[in-house]
């Protein structure tokens, strides 16, 4: 999808951009959002951890978890900053993130488009949904739901 291939780092990328759009919609939503939140994202390091085991790492799982929540931090930290400064450093982040800053821009792009879809859809998502887990993103790739 968008010049990606099937990799741990590439479907962890893609998963970050899907949590972080969710937990930013939920950061504004008071004290049982922030609590589901916390649940939410802790469902998804669970998820990473077990991802990582199912990879084949034994040695040093530790190191790469506090490596891979560094990196969804980092990444969450740069795509609040590109939504505050607007115009294209969305796409500029997700070229940096994703596709670590390699090849021309398009397909950067192309993901900056699904992006903002998915944050207009969670905006218009009552919280309720969202919270009991009644959401469907898009395929990058497609309009199959994922």
Request: net charge neutral; proline share 1%; with cysteine.
């Amino acid at each position: 999808t968008h010049g990606l291939e099937k990799t741990f780092v590439a479907h962890h990328s893609l998963t970050c951009l899907h949590v972080w759009a969710c937990l930013g919609r939920l950061r504004r939503e008071g004290e049982d959002a922030k609590a589901f939140s916390q649940m939410f994202y802790d469902a998804f390091q669970d998820d990473v951890e077990r991802r990582v085991y199912e990879e084949g790492v034994r040695v040093r799982v530790r190191k790469w978890l506090q490596d891979l929540e560094k990196t969804f931090y980092g990444n969450a930290l740069s795509y609040d900053k590109a939504l505050e400064l607007g115009g294209g450093e969305l796409a500029k982040a997700l070229h940096r993130n994703v596709f670590d800053g390699e090849g021309d821009d398009r397909a950067a792009k192309a993901l900056e488009r699904h992006a903002r879809r998915v944050l207009t859809s969670l905006a218009l998502t009552p919280t309720e949904a969202i919270m009991e887990g009644r959401i469907r993103f898009k395929s990058v790739a497609s309009d199959k739901h994922i």
